[in-house]
């Protein structure tokens, strides 16, 4: 059984900093492509950041330089830092393979808020 289970959201002021983490088990994690999805509040889901086994990254247009995924094989570990936040970065924050395995976690909510 697969299971992604995501921590670190929280509250936090625009312009503050929050790192999540996914903590992948019941697979071989190293051979897939991970990612980082999110849903705003009226919002579909959206495709955050990817990153490939060998550690090549990809970043929707709204985040680009602002937020950093990396991956740790070694601990089955996937990891999002956010910089520079913005209030319309509010959203539960999912991780997942960009196949989108029908094993979502509960996600982690990440607040920004004045």
């Known amino acids: 059984q697969v299971q992604l289970v995501e921590s670190g959201g929280g509250l936090v002021q625009p312009g503050g900093s929050l790192r999540l983490s996914c903590a992948v088990s019941?697979?071989?994690?190293?051979?897939?492509?991970m990612a980082w999805y999110r849903q705003a509040p009226g919002k579909q889901r959206e495709l955050v950041a990817s990153i490939t086994a060998g550690g090549k990254t990809n970043y929707a247009d709204s985040v680009k330089g602002r937020f950093t995924i990396s991956r740790d094989n070694a601990k089955n570990t996937v990891t999002l830092q956010m910089n520079s936040l913005k209030i319309e970065d509010t959203a539960v924050y999912y991780c997942?393979?960009?196949?989108?395995?029908?094993?979502w976690g509960q996600g982690t909510q990440v607040t920004v808020s004045s």
């Open positions: 997942n393979t960009l196949a989108e395995w029908d094993f």
């Open positions: 019941g697979t071989i994690f190293s051979f897939y492509t």
